[in-house]
Every structure is written in C-alpha cells, then in structure tokens.
C-alpha cells in the first residue's frame, strides 16, 4: 500500500465550459435518438427558462457533483445569473464546496481502489472514498470543527439551513475564501439562497451536534427544515413562474417540485414549475422518486407538461453539454441576478 | 377516461410474509450465483443480526415502499422486536403509513396509466401517481391538514422529527387508528423512535408550513434535523453494537451510517456498524451514495466488512424473502424490545 | 493466492423447483405495486401458456443462466413439457450445460474475486470467471474438443444448429451423461429441439474452427443460421398459437420474436406470439432489443398485446419464482409433449 | 391518429464528428470524477490503438445505432482507416445501413409514441417502432426482397457473412448507393472486411428463408457461422496486434474477444487483444457477457489488462466524444488502409 501523501497526489480539476462552445455538437444530437436526443432537448429547454426573464430558476443538486469536478459549472452559472436559487444534499454544499473554500481539495483515485479491497487500508490512512475518488479525513474533520465554530456564533433559536449557509459564506467573506471558484461564497455575494432540506445529513451534522451538546440546556442553534420549505415557497410566491434544473434525484427534487402545493396551501394560486429538467441514472421501475418521470410530477400538479425532459445519463457527462449549450447560447447576458436572498430575510419567520 | 371512482377502485394489499416459510428457498439460492446468492446472504446476515442479542437494529427506509405493499412487513418485524429504531423518509411514515392509519388507502394503476401519457387527465381528477400506484389527493390532502393539527397542539419549539411523529402515534392511539397495521402506531404503542431527516420533504411539511404561516410572530413548531441526529447518536452510544438493514439509499443511509462518526465527535469510541446490509436498485457508477457500496462506507469508518451485503433488487421482490427468512429463523423470539424512545425523552436537547 | 484446488471447491448447486410452493407468495405479489406485481402477472401469464394446449412454448435463453444455478429450473420444465422448443446462447447450451454433462462443474468465487483485481491471478491458474463463478479451464478445453469429435463424425454439408445440438444429445446417450440434469441430454430424449443461432459464438466455435482447418478442401461441417431460421419458422406454421417465455434479450429474443414475419414470408398468415414474459435486467433507454418492450414489439407485428409482462430482474431472483409458480399450478400434467424434433427432420432444406 | 406520412416526417439526421473539435473538452473530462473520466481514458486508449500502427482495429457494434444518428462516425472512421475490421449485429449493418443505402430512412418518433400506448395504431400502419425512432415497414420488406435477389445470384454453398455482406456491397456498386454515407459501401469499396456472426437475425434472415425455400432441394446459399469465426481468427493470426472498439456487448463482443483462444486453438499463439473500450449500459450484476468487465475477459485470457476501459454511458452520447477525439487528435492520418478482405479471400476455407 502507498502512503497516505502519494494517494493523495492527484486533485481532482473542475471542468470549465466556458472554454469550449458544444452549441453545435448539441444541435447535431437533436437530430439524433435515445439520450442524444434528450440531451439536446433538456439544454434547449435549458436555454429557454435562461430566455425567459419571468422565470425564477431553481437548481437542485443531488450526488456527489462537486467533488467529481462540477464546481465551476455552478459557479460559472450563479456569476452568470442562470441560477436564483439552489436546493441541495448537504454533502455538495457543506463537505465538498466549502471544504474545497477552506483549501482542500478532491483526489483522484486510483483504479484498483475502486474496486472497494483496499477500504480497509484506507480506513487505517483517515482516506474516505467517493468511488474513484479520495478525500483527507482529517481535513474533512476541519471542515466539520468550522460548522461548530458558526454555529457557536449564531443566535441561539431556530435557523433554516439558508440562515446557516449564508453563515457559511459570510464566515468565508471573513477569513478568506481560498479557493478561486465557491458556491457557496459566490452565492452569498450575490444574495442567492442555498438551501439544504436535510442539513444534519452533512459534515454540518457532526458541528451542530458538537454545538448543541456542547450548549447542554441554554439556548441552541436549531436547523428548522420546516422554515427552509417556508422561505423556498415564498419565492414561489414572490416570483410565479419557475424553472427546475435538476441534477440527481432524492430530497432536493421534491422539496422543490412540493413548492407549488405549499403555495396553494397558503392560499397562492401558483402555477406548476413551468420548466423542469432532469439528469438522472435512476429509473422509473423501482416507483422511487428519483427515477420518477417529471409526467409522473404533472399528476401531482407540481411540474408542467409542455417543457420537461429526463435524461438518463451520469452527470459528469451530461452536465458539461447541457449547462454549457446554455451558457454558449448567450441568453443569460439579459438576465439581472434576483439577489433573493434579501427577499427572504424579511419574510422569514421565526 | 373513466371516473375517479373507477380509478380508485383496486386497493393495493400488503404482503404478509408470515403466511409462506421461505427459508429452504432462500437457502437454495446461496448456492447460486449472482443476486439470488447475494440476497441469501443478506438474508443469512439479518438472521445474525436478529440472533445478536447485542445488537441493535436500525430499519432505513427510501423509496414508495408502504405504498407498494410491504407495510405489514415492518409492521410485523416491529411486533416481533426485530426493529429497535426506523430512519425513514417523510413519504414512507407520513402521506403513506400515517395516511393509511387515518383509514385511507392506495390504489393499483392500469397498465395504461404508467405510460404517463394520462397525467393531466388525473391531474384533473385530483389523482397523484407513483408509477403504476394511485392516491386520492383529497383524502391526502386531510392527512397535510392533520399534521397541522398535530403541529398546533405541540409546544412551540424545536422538536426532533421523532418526538413529532411519535405525537402523531399519540393521535391515533386518541382518535382511533383506522388500519389494523400502521407503523407510526405499532411504533409508538412499543416506543420504537422513528426519525425522518428531511421531515419537511412530505405531507407533513404542508402541515408544518401551514401551522408556522398561522403562527406568526407566535412561538412555533420547529423541526430541528441536528436534534434528530443527536437523538440518534445517543442510541449508538448506548448501545455500541448496531446493524443496518437499508432499503433504498438517500437521505435515511447515509443519516444512521454518520452516527458512528458523530459518537466520536462526542468522545465516545463506537464501533463501526456490525452488520449492513442494502436492498436497491442504484448502481455504483454515479458515485451518488444511494449506489455507494458497504464497502466503500467501511473507508469512512462507518461499516464493518465483516457483515455486510448489498443486493441488488427491487424491494418489493427482495424484502419478503430476506424479511421472511428472518421471521421464519424464528430467532426474534429470544429478542425483547428495546423501547427506545424511553431512553430518549431524558437526553433529548432543546 | 490460493491454489486452483482451493479455488474450485465450492460447486455451484441448481435450485430445485419442486420443493417450495411458491403459489401463495406469488400470489400475494399480485397485489403489491412494483416488480412484485409484475412479476406475479408475468407468471399467471406462464401458468396461462400452460394451461393453453394449442401453445406451442418457446423458452429463450440469453446470459450465464445455467453456470448461476438454474439448470434443473429448465430441465424440469422440459421433464414436464412446459418448453417445446428452446432458442439460446451457445454459452449455455454448450459451454455451460453439455459441459456439466461432460461430468464437469461450476464453482463458487470467493467475494474478493468478483472485484477483477485478482483476474491476472486466475489467467495464471487457467480459471475462467462469470462474475462471481469460476471455471476450469482445462475441462472447458475438453468440452471445446468434444464439439470437433462430433462434428468430425457429421456429414459433411450444412446443418443448423439443432441439428448439431441433437448430435451432441446423441454423444451424450452413447457415451454416457455425467450428470443428473442435463437439458441438451433430456431434450435429445425428449424430441425437444434447442436453437442457437450465433453457434459459433461459444465453446462448440472453437471445435467447429478445428474441425473446418483439419478438413482442409473437404467437405465439412457448416452452421447455418439461415437453416435454423427456417426450421424455427416451420414449427410457427405448424402450430400457430405460440408463446415466449424469454430470460434475457439478445439474439434469442429477436430469432424467437421473428418467426412471426417469417412465416409471413413464406406465405402462411401466422398469429402473432400470443404470451409474451421477458425477464431482464435491460432497460429501454439506449433503444437496444434487449431491453425494448414487448410493447414496441408488437408495432413489428410480432407479440400480441393482451398478454405480454416485462419483468424487470436479475434471473436468479425471478426464475425461481415465476417458474415456481407455473410448476406447482400443474397445469402441465394436462399437456403433452410435442417432441417438435420429429416434426422437423423431414421438412428440414439441404 | 396521424397518418403514416405524418408519422414519418422528420428523418433521423446522423451526427458528424468531424465538425467540432471536442479534445480540450475530454481532455477537461480526465480531470474529473466517474463517466466523465472513464469516457476520457477510453478516448485516450482509443488514440492510442489509432497510434500503435501495428495495431489491426475492430469495430463491434451492438445496439440500434445506426437508426439513431452514429451511421456517419462509423463511416468516416472506414475512410480515416481508423477500421481495419467490423462485428455487428445484423440490424445495424441490414435492417438499418443496407436499408439506408437502398434510399430509405428513419425517422424521430413523436415524445407520445414512446409510451407504447400507440404500437397497436402503428401496426395498422405498417410502422415499425424502435423506442423512439420509426421505419416504414413497407420499406424494410423491400430490404428483405433484396438479400433474396443478393442470395439468389451466390453460389448455392456455405458463405461467411461476410462474403455475403461484400456481395451486399458489390449489389450496392452495382445498382447505385444511394445515400452518401454507407457502412457497407464503403467498407466494400475499402476491402474492409464486415461480420454478423448471426446473420440470420436480421432482415437478411427473411431474403435467406426465402431463398432457401425457393431453392428446395437444389444448392443453396448457406451463411456458416463457423466460417465466419475461421476467417476473423485468420486476421488475428495475421496481424498479432489487436485493439477492440466495442460498442454494446452482445454476440458481436464475444466473437471478437474469442479469436484469441480461436488462434490458440489452431496453433498459434497470439497475444491477448491490446487495447479494449466498451461503452455500454448493461452492468455487472447479472453475470451475462454484455456487462462484463473486460477485466473478467482476461481471466479467459482475450484482453490485456494494460489499456482496458469501459464506459458506461448510452452510445449516442458517449461514441461522438469518444470517436471525435481520436479524430481530432489525427493520428488516424499516419495509417493505411489494411484492405483485409483481400486477406481473407485466398485463406476462406470452404
């Protein structure tokens, strides 16, 4: 077996999709069948909610995304105002993008490690392992410590995992954010809400435990999930026409899609999410949600017919096509960012 | 199109696996090879887990499982205290378990309707789908709308996920339970805790939005998804020797994998989980937890590889046989329940 | 690394049908939602072709189903003349069963095998590997060359590929079957004829290879796919009622699916295939035969649409059961054998 | 219902590589995590066999690709001598390029044909479907007659497929190709040899059928697949040096990685094939060849371990990348042409 410094050799390196325009690659597969056909249908669609300057765009992230080289997509797409707010698993967010901020960095794995033989060695190294792909446990725990260190300074009473994230990120503003693309920072500057349903399920579980134990019986950070569906459905509220760019399937995906019957719940006449795309592995024959077809969503009165395409592929190579067709297409250039996070502060309850 | 009476007319019924002795059948299938010999396997080792008197068993739950027929399994398995605590997603024990207690029922779809290409026609009939399964969106429509109820008789504070649904076992146990299986009452009735990390993520987050909108400036309910993961972790700590049985993946895997680690974060040196084993239909190679493998969790610290098997299949093919050859063993009757929620009430935080 | 003996220790063991009445179970599924509910259809659909004696049943074989366990699965169907006709991969045919017949076995890899890394290790040892079965080798290398011994012995001229498998069944009553369930041995004894259209695509190619280069300019052995195509579709117009039980896609789906066409071809007005169940583990997205509908199957005018189920599972899992099922219904004792070899010998071109 | 001619109107276009320059992007994609890393090696191994001028390079098709748009990279890689040989299924090089290049073509299916809700209306149309793609069926039997004609002027005797598909070839030269890009055209006119190890399984199958028919007891054309196996063997013993592009698994993955064990067989020791790419979306768990792991292929001893690869991806997305890179590398302009069907002539046994 290496040593732990030589199997951490390698970063993993965030595509960038400014650099090559797929336009016409995209276009030719529209022509084509199967998921090149999809995939060309899901970046037009993706393309037409960035053209369309009513609609709120929502993207939802599930898998590991950014540790498998994702990151500067969503940063490109925040700086470019084709996001105005994201819905997330905790590990994207917390343990890989702002870990990354805080100066660390995803390794590649060597191939026979993949195999799953060697975890036992790597558990005796701190290595944790995302299939192909490695991270420090130790600096992984740093990460985990600065969770508790936020919270700590945080008033003691109920927060949505927004209230938090913003934390995270105004922590970043502070102390220096070192690496040169975060969501998690390039959302806080430019007031997009990030939002974490089930926010414990992360590195920032092990910080808030640590927190609240540490507190005994004074007054505590609490991670309400239910003010995180509170704020979410007010932007749907406040901005009716809406786009889902999803990414993996799980929490984010319903929380989000569930916005418009939270609306009518509050007595909002909201229309469906007028744009939904959906990149997914998943498939529909297990009933699970995350396979679940967005016509499936349509009977549930939360996902329009008329723009909504699935496409079965794993993320990393899909998302660089669709999310660079929009970005080469330009449209964004129209856009103003909705800086929505000071729409919530005020609305909050709590 | 035919009437929403006509379309709701075949409920599903849930399997009963005490009624067929499945052991030599599973038995011959570890002699085989591929998923039959895995399935034997995680059978052969949920029968450890069962025989351990040590062990406490920790039942994870993604995916429309109670609406798909198998209830009564993990109903049987809680009265036979083959289950110590559930980790679930909020659709499981609330729009499904919860919805059938309030004496509501799902339906089989026709062939036709899995298509998707009758959604709207249902959308209009205020019908939702799951594949090829059917709900009266009315009737869960009174199952959001009882939640706030629930919500509006708590004290206004943090609570974890657990202490509400076990109000919502109180509930029944008050108004009448309307099934004669129902998992959030058998829990309660046994004090088995039942924690769902993403609570809002289901009908019950209606309830909650509702009830905290209603509220105002007022003192309101919240979910705290940290004190869910501190609740938790105290019961590893407790009792250090613990298996896992996992349908699906999400939110509920990964969520009682950490607590090993979250253990530590406290300063107490648990064990890796001793047995594991996975039900699901997720492959390795989006890198996405629900695929990870048990392996692959043994490198974080979480899994021991001793004990563990993944099986790759459906649920509803796969839980009967592995959940009836556990029952069939009959090693449950040495077990005595662990009525864990007594342990829990003292130490909860907030 | 341990030796070849160590390694080749555990045989594989044939489930036996006979043995768990799975009706019941089954049943139950019927009224569940998911793969259980398809399953329990796809094998009232079984049951049904059985109970039909105008249907003619056509068993498909396609993936590494007898070295997995499921020999005696299909032996006892022919036995109880649930299968009229078999069309399958050469692997099982030959590699697999008439190997087992040869008095060899499949063995039992240890888990750490099934990863590949030890696959360099095994190319050592001369052992083959299915996944998580091992091979001998050498025995199979006996098996390769007991294919040339009968093609040595056959007239020199074209024969299709049932001709040749009926030759094998032929060597194996003269020199002695060296196992209790063979399906090329009992379908030679019970007039059952086996198709496998891409015959040279196994162990028998590299007999038939030999044997053509030692022939030199002689006349030889040929395989011709054309002739079992035209067999296959005289026992269409002889008995036109038809149903497909198909384990797996690939070649054996679509040779079985096309004779309806054929038959057409040859100016007889065939039905089409009446019953149709697939198992498969194949989905629909990459547009492959494998995993397409059989839906989409009966746009080429080749499967009905009334009774048709796709089951969507790995074959050790689904076998059992649903063969399990037709078996204990017994409506096979009411069915004659149709011994569709005799019908052929004489129409048979060349 | 729309009619027939509205059915068809839009025809599948086929992609063409050639247009956009997509190194930089996969060489982004090496950087990464899970597909996209995998794809980027295999477009390295890929140039690598482009490279290594020794290297004789096979095609294996498996899949509706030519129907769904890749008919042109196949057919530039023949121009580009980046093919030295080619093993498909039938349909693709029959039912699909030879239809083509009779003048017909395919055409996008409408989102709502998917369902299969409609195949019932499409079979009264005379309208084939392939998941998302339609064929005039009226047209298709026009390519059945024509491999009877094609059969009919053979000599009545064994044949290799591919004597039979350069006979294809030869009719096309003859009576005009017409469309631009044609596999079996240009493979005629390049002396690249193509092989359908089961020929009969296609359209094809039926102008063979027929013509056997006709023929009665006169000489006949016979496709021998032994032959087929003899003569790729022939070339491996030839040209040492092997690389394996393979797309799909299937009939045609097996046949080309046997003729390693095929030339040990008649005595000469060839080394294992090279260099192997896979893209597939079969997977592992079912233990059948089309999701084996080419690490398991060289437990058989048919693939070095030193340059395997495999991709899990849907073909129309991943071939484009994979193929256009080793396009753009240029690499390709350094080779010539091997012309193999010239070897084979002399050397075809029969």
């Not at 922590?171 to 390039?186: F, P, Q, R």
Request: aromatic share 8%.
């Amino acid at each position: 077996m290496l040593k732990k410094q030589e199997l951490l050799a390698t970063p993993i390196e965030h595509i960038d999709i400014t650099k090559t325009n797929v336009v016409p690659l995209v276009d030719a597969m529209a022509g084509m069948a199967f998921s090149a056909r999809d995939l060309a249908r899901a970046a037009e669609i993706t393309d037409r909610m960035v053209r369309d300057q009513d609609c709120g765009i929502i993207l939802c992230l599930a898998g590991s995304l950014i540790s498998a080289g994702l990151k500067k997509v969503f940063v490109d797409a925040i700086r470019c105002n084709m996001v105005d707010a994201i819905v997330s698993t905790g590990a994207n967010i917390v343990d890989q993008d702002f870990f990354e901020a805080l100066g660390y960095k995803h390794y590649i794995a060597a191939e026979a490690l993949k195999s799953g033989m060697h975890d036992a060695d790597l558990r005796e190294l701190a290595i944790d392992r995302i299939y192909d792909t490695l991270i420090d446990e130790d600096e992984l725990r740093v990460c985990d410590d600065t969770t508790k260190i936020i919270a700590d300074e945080l008033e003691g009473r109920p927060h949505s995992s927004r209230e938090f994230i913003r934390a995270m990120g105004a922590y970043l503003d502070k102390h220096g954010c070192k690496t040169a693309d975060s969501i998690v920072y390039e959302a806080y500057k430019r007031e997009v809400p990030i939002f974490v349903p089930a926010f414990s399920d992360c590195s920032a579980g092990f910080g808030l435990v640590a927190h609240q134990h540490a507190r005994g019986d004074q007054p505590k950070v609490a991670i309400d999930s239910a003010k995180d569906f509170y704020e979410l459905t007010q932007l749907k509220i406040a901005n009716p026409t809406t786009g889902l760019f999803m990414i993996g399937g799980g929490v984010p995906k319903n929380f989000a899609q569930d916005i418009v019957v939270a609306a009518d719940i509050l007595g909002h006449e909201a229309p469906m999410h007028k744009y939904a795309v959906q990149i997914t592995v998943a498939d529909v024959r297990d009933g699970a949600l995350s396979g679940s077809t967005l016509k499936e969503a349509s009977s549930w009165g939360k996902v329009d017919l008329a723009y909504e395409q699935m496409v079965y592929s794993e993320a990393t190579m899909a998302v660089p096509l669709i999310m660079g067709y929009a970005y080469h297409k330009g449209h964004w250039k129209q856009r103003t960012g909705r800086e929505w996070n000071k729409l919530l502060s005020p609305v909050t309850v709590g």
